[in-house]
C-alpha cells in the first residue's frame, strides 16, 4: 500500500480531491472527504508529510464546522493520523489542533455521542506515551476531558474505562508533569474517591477485579462479577 502510494501520482490527485470535498457546500461530501482520510491515515502519516501543513488547515476548518457529523468525521480521522504519528516528531505538527478535538468530543458527550467520545479516549491514550513536548503540556486539559467521562451519568461503563485508563497511563509515563499540579492531582483524587463512595458495589469484589494479581483466584470464585468493569474498581485501579 506504502509504495502504491508513492510511485503512483494519482494518490497525490487524490487528496487534492478530498480536500475540494472537505469544503464543499454539502454536508454528505464534507463527511465523506473525512471518512476517506481516516481510511488512508496510516499512507498519509508514512508518505505525505509534505502535505501536513495542508491538512492542519483542512482539519482545523472541519473541527469548527457547523455541523456535528463533520466535526466526528474530522475527530475519527486526525485521531487516526495523531495515533499513527504518536511516536514521531510531525505529531507536534498537529498537536494544536488537540484541544479542539476535546472541545467536538466534550459536545459528543453531551449528545451521548459514544463512538466518537470513545475514539478520541483511544487517540488520548496513544498520546499519552508520546515523548512531544505539546503533548506534555496539554496533560491538564487531557485529564479534565477524562474526568469529564468519569462523572458523566449516562456514559457506558467501557467507555469510562477507557478514561480511567488515559489517566492512569499518563500518571505512570510523566509522572513529574502529573504529579507537580496540585490542583489537578486534588481533582482526580477528588473524583476517584467520589466514585468509590457513591458506589453500590463492593470495595473488596472490587479490589480483587482491579489487582491482576489477585484476578484469577477471584474469577474462580466469581466469575459473573467480571462480565464488565465498575466504577469502583475503576477506580480503585486508576489509584
Given at each position: 500500500?506504502?509504495?502504491?502510494?508513492?510511485?503512483?501520482?494519482?494518490?497525490?490527485?487524490?487528496?487534492?480531491?478530498?480536500?475540494?470535498?472537505?469544503?464543499?457546500?454539502?454536508?454528505e461530501a464534507r463527511e465523506l472527504a473525512f471518512i476517506l482520510l481516516a481510511e488512508m491515515a496510516e499512507t498519509v502519516g508514512e508518505c505525505y508529510m509534505d502535505q501536513f501543513p495542508s491538512l492542519l488547515t483542512l482539519f482545523g476548518s472541519a473541527l469548527a464546522d457547523g455541523e456535528v457529523?463533520?466535526?466526528?468525521?474530522?475527530?475519527?480521522?486526525?485521531?487516526?493520523?495523531?495515533?499513527?504519528?504518536?511516536?514521531?516528531?510531525?505529531?507536534?505538527?498537529?498537536?494544536?489542533?488537540?484541544?479542539?478535538?476535546?472541545?467536538v468530543a466534550a459536545e459528543c458527550l453531551k449528545m451521548t455521542d459514544e463512538d466518537?467520545?470513545?475514539?478520541?479516549?483511544?487517540?488520548?491514550?496513544?498520546?499519552?506515551?508520546?515523548?512531544?513536548?505539546?503533548?506534555?503540556?496539554?496533560?491538564?486539559?487531557?485529564?479534565?476531558?477524562?474526568?469529564?467521562?468519569?462523572?458523566?451519568?449516562?456514559?457506558?461503563?467501557?467507555?469510562?474505562?477507557?478514561?480511567?485508563?488515559?489517566i492512569a497511563t499518563l500518571a505512570e509515563s510523566k509522572p513529574k508533569t502529573f504529579g507537580k499540579d496540585d490542583a489537578l492531582m486534588t481533582a482526580v483524587l477528588d473524583t476517584l474517591f467520589g466514585l468509590i463512595e457513591n458506589s453500590p458495589d463492593s470495595a473488596a469484589g472490587a479490589l480483587f477485579e482491579s489487582n491482576p494479581a489477585w484476578r484469577g483466584d477471584f474469577e474462580n470464585y466469581q466469575s459473573d462479577f467480571l462480565d464488565s468493569p465498575s466504577e469502583m474498581s475503576m477506580a480503585q485501579g486508576t489509584l
Open positions: 500500500f506504502k509504495l502504491e502510494a508513492e510511485n503512483l501520482p494519482g494518490w497525490t490527485e487524490l487528496i487534492q480531491f478530498i480536500a475540494t470535498a472537505a469544503s464543499d457546500a454539502n454536508l457529523k463533520v466535526q466526528s468525521a474530522a475527530v475519527k480521522s486526525l485521531g487516526q493520523l495523531m495515533s499513527f504519528l504518536s511516536d514521531e516528531q510531525e505529531v507536534e505538527i498537529f498537536s494544536p489542533l488537540l484541544p479542539n478535538v476535546m472541545n466518537t467520545v470513545s475514539v478520541t479516549l483511544d487517540v488520548l491514550y496513544d498520546l499519552s506515551y508520546s515523548p512531544s513536548p505539546a503533548i506534555s503540556a496539554m496533560l491538564p486539559s487531557i485529564v479534565q476531558f477524562c474526568l469529564m467521562c468519569l462523572t458523566d451519568a449516562e456514559l457506558g461503563m467501557g467507555v469510562k474505562d477507557s478514561a480511567a485508563l488515559v
